[in-house]
């Protein structure tokens, strides 16, 4: 059975305009169809929930960087609760808490939440791509590519839909920090890279075009390898 691990950004379960049921409900009855010859391990992410929590406590001086990530795993795992109750009875009941200690269940469908300081979701869902043999994580944002900078800043920017390893570590750098929006955390970069894995980078509202790539057809996205 194919292992299929996906970073879900926070973005998409909770952005700013309030909770994506539409995702929720699109996202349950696709994986109850591609579940039957699919094993899923999805790691949520925390989103603008994360941000608005950082943000109020950067104003009141709380700069801590280890203080903010633990807000930040925090709001990953309302939200992982969130997708762990939306999904119902097809999902493993245990959270991933440690991509290191991976549940064992006869269930298609694994779901985690934020591990440790340091780090985002993407490098967690990383770290269980390796721990299971996978040489593939799929990246849920909310844009259809990685661009050369920000889209949302920048009218000019263009779409890349190949790149090298080389180049999007160049494009992220090499710092974490908390509540930065990057297309990859550069971490999770350095270790998909040295692992010798691919990304896939998906909008995660276009759940047809998710379906077509699993199912090897012609999709919108970025590779990296």
């Known amino acids: 059975m194919t292992n299929i691990v996906v970073s879900l950004g926070g973005s998409i379960v ?11 409900v699109g996202f349950k009855k696709l994986l109850a169809r591609l579940s039957r010859r699919m094993r899923f391990y999805i790691v949520v992410g925390g989103g603008a929930v994360t941000r608005q929590y950082q943000k109020a406590a950067r104003e009141v001086k709380a700069n801590d960087i280890r203080d ?8 990953t795992r309302l939200n992982v609760e969130l997708v762990r109750v939306c999904l119902g009875e097809m999902v493993c009941p245990i959270i991933i808490n440690n991509p290191n200690q991976l549940p064992k269940s006869s269930k298609k469908i694994f779901i985690g939440c934020g591990w440790k300081p340091g780090w985002s979701t993407d490098y ?3 770290l269980i791509a390796k721990n299971i043999g996978a040489k593939t994580v799929i990246n849920f944002s909310n844009i259809d590519y990685v661009y050369d900078k920000d889209p949302k800043k920048y009218s000019e920017a263009k779409p890349i839909k190949k790149m090298h390893w080389r180049d999007l570590r160049g494009l992220v750098g090499s710092q974490w920090r908390p509540g930065f929006y990057l297309p990859f955390d550069p971490k999770a970069c350095a270790l998909a ?4 894995m ?9 759940l047809k075009n998710f379906e077509k790539y699993l199912c090897g057809k012609g999709f919108v996205g970025t590779v990296v390898r």
Do not use: C, M, T, Y
């Open 193 to 196: 890279a040295r692992e010798k």
């Open 198 to 206: 691919s990304v896939v980078f998906l909008n995660g509202n276009n």
């Open 124 to 126: 967690d869902a990383v």
């Open 68 to 75: 903010l990530d633990w807000i930040g795993i925090a709001a």
């Open 14 to 24: 909770a952005p700013k305009q309030g909770i994506n049921v539409k995702f929720l």
